[in-house]
């Protein structure tokens, strides 16, 4: 077993896979950089993304995908696998159900950690963070009409401070609008994906004094 201290801290600061239910409300959103936007009365729509980590040797590594370039929205974009529930699905079984379809993730191979913060994206869904712990890289294809690519990118990547920029982009005929934004190699990783990691990195390491030695930390640690 490898990166025990990641693990440990995973277990110990998400909220439980149990404690999900249909009345939790967003924590994070894509208005806390932009108070002043206005934010439509809607009631939002259920969704759910995967977070997988995979425990490699030279260190814990996130899956992300690329968006195809043939879907109507968000099209190239980084993303988790994950989308809206069905009806009588938990924040899990989305989760796990939407990764199987859209990149063939077996779910025997995830070992759900626990549930990060509820996120409200500006298109009117309250997306539930699934941390998944994965032992060993997984086989994986991705289905061509939903993802281009399935990439991973290092832990001590994601939850550097020093990789987290806040970047915008100026609407038409609205305000400027920011969002947070994960640029790795040639990937550029933004909007409500950069935000939900954004608020994992918060979630586990925002009480640290120095949380970037504590992220190298917990990847490094092994056990025999």
């Not at 968006?67 to 988790?80: C, E, K, M, P």
């Not at 500006?122 to 060993?136: A, D, E, R």
């Amino acid at each position: 077993m490898t990166c025990s201290g990641l693990k440990s801290r995973l277990q110990q600061r998400l909220d439980p896979v149990s404690a999900w239910s249909p009345q939790r409300g967003a924590t994070r959103s894509d208005y806390d950089l932009n108070p002043d936007l206005s934010r439509p009365k809607v009631k939002l729509k259920p969704a759910a993304v995967l977070i997988p980590i995979i425990a490699r040797e030279d260190g814990p590594t996130v899956l992300l995908t690329r968006r195809s370039d043939s879907l109507a929205s968000h099209t190239g974009q980084i993303a988790f696998a994950g989308g809206r529930l069905d009806p009588g699905e938990t924040a899990l079984d989305a989760a796990l159900r939407e990764a199987w379809e859209e990149i063939a993730l077996d779910p025997a191979v995830v070992e759900p950690l626990g549930l990060g913060d509820p996120y409200e994206t500006g298109t009117g869904f309250l997306v539930t963070p699934v941390v998944g712990w994965l032992t060993i890289p997984p086989d994986v294809t991705p289905s061509p009409a939903e993802v281009a690519e399935v990439f991973e990118a290092p832990w001590n990547f994601l939850m550097d401070p020093v990789n987290h920029r806040r970047d915008y982009y100026d609407q038409e005929n609205g305000p400027r609008r920011w969002f947070w934004a994960m640029p790795y190699r040639e990937r550029y990783i933004w909007g409500a994906t950069a935000g939900i990691l954004k608020g994992l990195f918060n979630r586990l390491y925002g009480e640290e004094a120095a949380p970037h030695r504590a992220a190298e930390a917990d990847a490094s640690e092994r056990v025999g």
